[in-house]
């Protein structure tokens, strides 16, 4: 037998070899201190200074009203959104039809647009020169724009049900797929018919995976950024609009750190109640078997797929439609217009620079935040540490204008300097995308068969060479869908760059805020065509995201 | 080469103990069944043998070295896991080879001892194929090739036979038998099934609740359980309670059996299957009871008597005069033993 043990290595005890693997969330931990604890530890004395600041808020109506706003919009939105969500989540769950998988996909787009480019597309379909009135006033009689909803709380509450209804869908279709057909089964037996099946059994039983749904929605739409920014105009002012607007142009730090705190105290309190009922819902892996349609179903199905597609595909063609249309017929000019740098324009730069800082902005984040997030999936995986897992999800907590707030109260001084730096930019966006890359790639190493760990261990594998030989390979997929995540999610950030970007660094939706702020078509027509750029680039690595989902290797169960 | 050797593994998890104080020992060249109930401890027993779990006291040893504080990969002992554990990505000629790569084994070398170990397992030429498109049998069988590649100091299977159906699983314990028998290093066979374990192992630990409470060659074992739980976990379902009286003889509900030597008070006894048969009268020796239910069973027939609220059952050949349903009936049953409590 030429294999002896080895005695030379210094004997560790158990304990403190299932503890090793935390080093691996080290590289997370420094950043989220540096760059999240360090910057909201900045909002928060900023907020308690002597003039302002929390005294302010409660004194002020104003801002109560637009606290009250903010959590007014976000509860209608949910509410609004799983009225669509839940015959969403039927067909997903509960039937099959031809091209689901494509149709699936094409209901998901919205989710991954940033939420500017929604914003331009929903004002290029309903706005006053958008595609909808310019059809309507084609009908003989009609004068002025019927539809007058921008700059009202519908075209929020509308664009946040295109942004949110197919995630919510999903979440549903996964607590419903895990519900026991035979209960129902029996029910029916027992004398139910399907209205009183579905009121009864399904939707009690699908309580918590709704309120996961409900909750994650409002998370959303309580920090929504750009979609209030752009379609609700100066009055309707959410908490996150009014940091905005309270650190850029009042300059009043304190009341804007003090409004961030508030936030922060919901955002929190929705991700912990999402998080209960996420654990709280059941994983069942066998798949529940699809009922055959019969002639009412099927209509309905039908019904519920055209309005689900035309809500989700109109905005995205208004906004290619608008992009090529210039006031007298069909045109290229924005697009051609894009490399030109026009002096005293909404930018210092030519626009095509701007997509360019965004595609370095966005390879710079993959690069760091698809190591450090691999890293601390696999450390707190390893060492079974449910902290370490809930420690690197808290930048979801964190608004993106918070985020940019707490970068501009800190950064500007040592110990860290960074004001001038693009890196900055590139830190805020790794931040947003560690959580995700994290989640993706944990979720994938649980679902790994723990035996083959030890049977590579058995084979005389060590750890990295387990981490090499069987660990990565069967990772390849999440780890390609995690750098796909984490390039969309640099590309679209708006919030934060806003308030960080430098003015010779813009990025792509920094450009397109700059040119809807400035009078005249063609700056208009500007902002589409860049919208239109973005939403190809995020759609397209969406679906190659989806691809690397479907082709990754050795599904275990 | 004195083997594997455990002395007084313990193991605790969260406050309760699942090993208590365990013991043992497997020479090269013997295969050990660890038997016992799902829960009893033994695949915890044998992953703190692997080095995959650490016990909370007790010591592992092989050759009389001990390798408590060795982590699994340079211990140099093979495993052969439920659900065989096999990778996934690699075929199943890169999974055998999986550890000899690991013991850098050079190349010529290894691609020889993949063929000589699938020929060995019976699946010659399987080396491209993928693993997600073998059956529950020839995984067990690449399994089986993959923890025996590296040559092993000592082999260990946890219920490899146990994801499989009845006729499959009959068949490769024979095989697994003949490639055990071969092998001239130690191993441990895990497993809940006793007809397996009688079927393959050299010796039998029989464990219950975290202890070993009989260890011995299974002829040994079947013919002296000992002990109340091991004879009922044999499948030997017939133990009574009565009084021995001064004679040696003890009274039961279902009639005297005797003579067993020891003191007159309460005694519990075993009525062993073997040689029963149905006769007329009652008398010493004989057991009484109501033929409760009359179970067909192809060649034999089972027949279940109660008296005084105890129950036994007999296999009796299905040719004899069986009695009805709810008929007194009487059993000679020749062997008994009294059992520890």
């Given at each position: 037998?030429?294999?002896?043990?080895?005695?030379?290595?210094p004997?560790?005890?158990?304990?403190?070899?299932?503890?090793?693997?935390?080093?691996?969330?080290?590289?997370?931990?420094?950043?989220?201190?540096?760059?999240?604890?360090?910057?909201?530890?900045?909002?928060?004395?900023?907020?308690?200074?002597?003039?302002?600041?929390?005294?302010?808020?409660?004194?002020?109506?104003?801002?109560?009203?637009?606290?009250?706003?903010?959590?007014?919009?976000?509860?209608?939105?949910?509410?609004?959104?799983?009225?669509?969500?839940?015959?969403?989540?039927?067909?997903?769950?509960?039937?099959?039809?031809?091209?689901?998988?494509?149709?699936?996909?094409?209901?998901?787009?919205?989710?991954?647009?940033?939420?500017?480019?929604?914003?331009?597309?929903?004002?290029?379909?309903?706005?006053?020169?958008?595609?909808?009135?310019?059809?309507?006033?084609?009908?003989?009689g009609?004068?002025?724009?019927?539809?007058?909803?921008?700059?009202?709380?519908?075209?929020?509450?509308?664009?946040?049900?295109?942004?949110?209804?197919?995630?919510?869908?999903?979440?549903?279709?996964?607590?419903?797929?895990?519900?026991?057909?035979?209960?129902?089964?029996?029910?029916?037996?027992?004398?139910?018919?399907?209205?009183?099946?579905?009121?009864?059994?399904?939707?009690?039983?699908?309580?918590?995976?709704?309120?996961?749904?409900a909750?994650?929605?409002?998370?959303?739409?309580?920090?929504?950024?750009?979609?209030?920014l752009i379609?609700?105009?100066?009055?309707?002012?959410?908490?996150?609009?009014?940091?905005?607007?309270?650190?850029?142009f009042?300059?009043?730090?304190?009341?804007?750190?003090?409004?961030?705190?508030?936030q922060?105290v919901?955002?929190?309190?929705?991700?912990?109640?999402?998080?209960?009922?996420?654990?709280?819902?059941?994983?069942?892996?066998?798949?529940?078997?699809?009922?055959p349609?019969?002639?009412?179903?099927?209509?309905?199905?039908?019904?519920?797929?055209?309005?689900?597609?035309?809500?989700?595909?109109?905005?995205?063609?208004?906004?290619?439609?608008?992009?090529?249309?210039?006031g007298?017929?069909?045109?290229?000019?924005?697009?051609?217009?894009?490399?030109?740098?026009?002096?005293?324009?909404?930018?210092?730069?030519?626009?095509?620079?701007?997509?360019?800082?965004?595609?370095?902005?966005?390879?710079?984040?993959?690069?760091?935040?698809?190591?450090?997030?691999?890293?601390?999936?696999?450390?707190?995986?390893?060492?079974?540490?449910?902290?370490?897992?809930?420690?690197?999800?808290?930048?979801?907590?964190?608004?993106?204008?918070?985020?940019?707030?707490?970068?501009?109260?800190?950064?500007d001084?040592?110990?860290?300097?960074?004001?001038e730096?693009?890196?900055?930019?590139?830190?805020?966006?790794?931040?947003?995308?560690?959580?995700?890359?994290?989640?993706?790639?944990s979720?994938?190493?649980?679902?790994?068969?723990?035996?083959?760990?030890?049977?590579?261990?058995?084979?005389?594998a060590g750890?990295?060479?387990t981490?090499?030989?069987?660990?990565?390979?069967?990772?390849?997929?999440?780890?390609?869908?995690?750098?796909?995540?984490?390039?969309?999610?640099?590309?679209?950030?708006?919030?934060?760059?806003?308030?960080?970007?430098?003015?010779?660094?813009?990025?792509?939706?920094?450009?397109?805020?700059?040119?809807?702020?400035?009078?005249?078509?063609?700056?208009?027509?500007?902002?589409?065509?860049?919208?239109?750029?973005?939403?190809?680039?995020?759609?397209?690595?969406?679906?190659?995201?989806?691809?690397?989902?479907?082709?990754?290797?050795?599904?275990?169960? | 080469?004195?083997?594997?050797?455990?002395?007084?593994?313990?193991?605790?998890?969260?406050?309760?103990?699942?090993?208590?104080?365990?013991?043992?020992?497997?020479?090269?060249?013997?295969?050990?069944?660890?038997?016992?109930?799902?829960?009893?401890?033994?695949?915890?027993?044998?992953?703190?043998?692997?080095?995959?779990?650490?016990?909370?006291?007790?010591?592992?040893?092989?050759?009389?070295?001990?390798?408590?504080?060795?982590?699994?990969?340079?211990?140099?002992?093979?495993?052969?896991?439920?659900?065989?554990?096999l990778?996934?990505?690699?075929?199943?000629?890169a999974?055998?080879?999986?550890?000899?790569?690991?013991?850098?084994?050079?190349?010529?070398?290894?691609?020889?001892?993949?063929?000589?170990?699938?020929?060995?397992?019976?699946?010659?030429?399987?080396?491209?194929?993928?693993?997600?498109?073998?059956?529950?049998?020839?995984?067990?069988?690449?399994?089986?090739?993959?923890?025996?590649?590296?040559?092993?100091?000592?082999?260990?299977?946890?219920?490899?036979?146990?994801s499989?159906?009845?006729?499959?699983?009959?068949?490769?314990?024979?095989?697994?038998?003949?490639?055990?028998?071969?092998?001239?290093?130690?191993?441990?066979?895990?497993?809940?099934?006793?007809?397996?374990?009688?079927?393959?192992?050299?010796?039998?630990?029989?464990?219950?609740?975290?202890?070993?409470?009989?260890v011995?060659?299974p002829s040994?074992?079947?013919?002296?359980?000992?002990?109340?739980?091991?004879?009922?976990?044999?499948?030997?379902?017939?133990?009574?309670?009565?009084?021995?009286?001064?004679?040696?003889?003890?009274r039961?509900?279902?009639?005297?059996?005797?003579?067993v030597?020891?003191?007159?008070?309460?005694?519990?006894?075993?009525?062993?299957?073997?040689?029963?048969?149905?006769?007329?009268?009652?008398?010493?020796?004989?057991?009484?009871?109501?033929?409760?239910?009359?179970?067909?069973?192809?060649?034999?027939?089972?027949?279940?008597?109660?008296?005084?609220?105890?129950?036994?059952?007999?296999?009796?050949?299905?040719?004899?005069?069986?009695?009805?349903?709810?008929e007194?009936?009487?059993?000679?049953?020749?062997?008994?033993?009294?059992?520890?409590?």
């Open positions: 037998m030429d294999r002896s043990v080895d005695e030379k290595r004997s560790l005890t158990a304990r403190a070899r299932e503890r090793r693997p935390l080093l691996l969330v080290v590289p997370a931990g420094l950043l989220l201190a540096a760059f999240l604890a360090y910057p909201l530890q900045g909002i928060l004395r900023e907020s308690f200074q002597r003039d302002g600041g929390i005294g302010l808020l409660v004194e002020d109506t104003y801002y109560l009203e637009r606290g009250w706003f903010t959590l007014w919009q976000a509860t209608v939105s949910a509410a609004l959104t799983l009225l669509l969500a839940v015959p969403l989540a039927w067909l997903l769950a509960c039937h099959a039809f031809p091209g689901k998988r494509t149709i699936e996909a094409v209901l998901m787009v919205p989710f991954v647009l940033p939420t500017i480019v929604v914003a331009v597309a929903f004002s290029a379909l309903v706005g006053p020169s958008g595609v909808a009135n310019d059809l309507l006033t084609r009908i003989p009609i004068e002025e724009p019927p539809i007058r909803i921008l700059n009202t709380v519908w075209a929020i509450l509308l664009a946040h049900v295109f942004y949110n209804v197919a995630v919510a869908g999903r979440i549903i279709a996964t607590g419903w797929r895990g519900l026991d057909s035979r209960v129902e089964e029996s029910a029916a037996m027992l004398g139910a018919g399907p209205a009183a099946r579905f009121f009864l059994i399904t939707l009690p039983a699908l309580r918590n995976s709704l309120l996961a749904a909750s994650l929605v409002f998370l959303f739409c309580f920090t929504s950024f750009g979609v209030v379609l609700g105009g100066p009055q309707f002012g959410t908490l996150e609009t009014e940091i905005y607007r309270e650190s850029l009042l300059f009043r730090l304190p009341v804007a750190g003090a409004l961030a705190l508030a922060l919901v955002t929190f309190a929705a991700i912990v109640i999402n998080a209960r009922l996420q654990q709280a819902t059941p994983q069942r892996t066998e798949a529940r078997s699809t009922t349609w019969d002639r009412k179903s099927a209509a309905l199905g039908a019904a519920i797929l055209a309005l689900l597609l035309l809500l989700t595909a109109a905005p995205m063609a208004a906004l290619v439609e608008r992009s090529f249309h210039g007298d017929g069909y045109t290229l000019r924005y697009y051609t217009m894009l490399d030109d740098n026009v002096r005293g324009q909404a930018l210092f730069v030519a626009p095509i620079e701007a997509v360019r800082n965004s595609v370095v902005f966005a390879l710079a984040t993959v690069a760091v935040a698809l190591p450090v997030g691999t890293l601390a999936a696999i450390g707190s995986v390893r060492a079974r540490s449910t902290l370490a897992e809930a420690l690197v999800q808290l930048p979801l907590g964190v608004s993106s204008v918070t985020l940019g707030l707490g970068f501009l109260v800190t950064m001084q040592p110990p860290l300097n960074l004001r730096s693009p890196a900055l930019v590139v830190i805020a966006h790794s931040l947003i995308a560690v959580p995700f890359v994290t989640r993706t790639v979720a994938r190493l649980r679902s790994l068969d723990p035996r083959l760990r030890d049977a590579a261990a058995m084979l005389g750890p990295a060479r981490f090499f030989a069987v660990e990565a390979p069967l990772l390849k997929g999440a780890i390609g869908v995690a750098a796909v995540l984490s390039f969309a999610t640099s590309m679209g950030e708006f919030g934060a760059t806003l308030l960080i970007a430098r003015p010779e660094y813009p990025t792509i939706p920094v450009a397109i805020f700059r040119y809807l702020g400035q009078p005249g078509a063609l700056n208009y027509g500007q902002a589409l065509a860049m919208s239109t750029v973005l939403m190809a680039v995020t759609g397209s690595t969406f679906f190659l995201a989806e691809r690397l989902v479907r082709v990754r290797t050795g599904g275990v169960s | 080469m004195t083997g594997l050797s455990v002395r007084g593994a313990t193991f605790r998890a969260g406050g309760r103990e699942i090993l208590s104080d365990v013991s043992l020992d497997v020479v090269p060249g013997e295969t050990l069944a660890l038997l016992g109930p799902s829960g009893c401890g033994k695949t915890t027993l044998l992953r703190i043998i692997a080095g995959l779990e650490a016990p909370s006291a007790g010591v592992v040893a092989f050759d009389d070295r001990d390798v408590s504080n060795s982590p699994p990969h340079r211990r140099g002992f093979g495993m052969m896991f439920q659900d065989h554990a990778f996934p990505h690699l075929d199943v000629g999974n055998v080879e999986f550890g000899l790569k690991r013991a850098r084994w050079p190349e010529p070398r290894r691609r020889e001892r993949v063929q000589e170990l699938l020929d060995l397992v019976g699946l010659p030429g399987f080396e491209r194929r993928r693993i997600d498109r073998l059956s529950g049998g020839e995984r067990q069988r690449v399994a089986l090739a993959r923890a025996l590649a590296p040559e092993p100091r000592l082999l260990m299977l946890d219920e490899p036979l146990a499989l159906d009845r006729s499959l699983r009959e068949r490769l314990a024979g095989e697994l038998r003949e490639i055990l028998g071969r092998l001239a290093i130690p191993a441990i066979y895990v497993t809940h099934d006793q007809a397996e374990a009688f079927a393959l192992a050299d010796r039998i630990a029989i464990m219950n609740s975290g202890r070993v409470t009989r011995g060659r040994e074992v079947w013919e002296h359980p000992e002990t109340e739980f091991v004879a009922r976990f044999l499948g030997m379902g017939n133990v009574v309670s009565g009084e021995r009286e001064p004679d040696g003889w003890v039961t509900a279902f009639g005297r059996f005797g003579p030597a020891g003191p007159a008070g309460p005694a519990r006894l075993l009525l062993r299957p073997e040689g029963v048969t149905l006769v007329t009268a009652p008398g010493d020796g004989v057991a009484e009871g109501i033929a409760e239910a009359v179970a067909f069973g192809g060649e034999r027939t089972t027949v279940t008597l109660t008296a005084g609220g105890q129950r036994v059952e007999f296999s009796l050949p299905s040719s004899a005069e069986l009695p009805a349903r709810g007194p009936a009487c059993v000679s049953v020749p062997q008994i033993q009294e059992l520890a409590q």
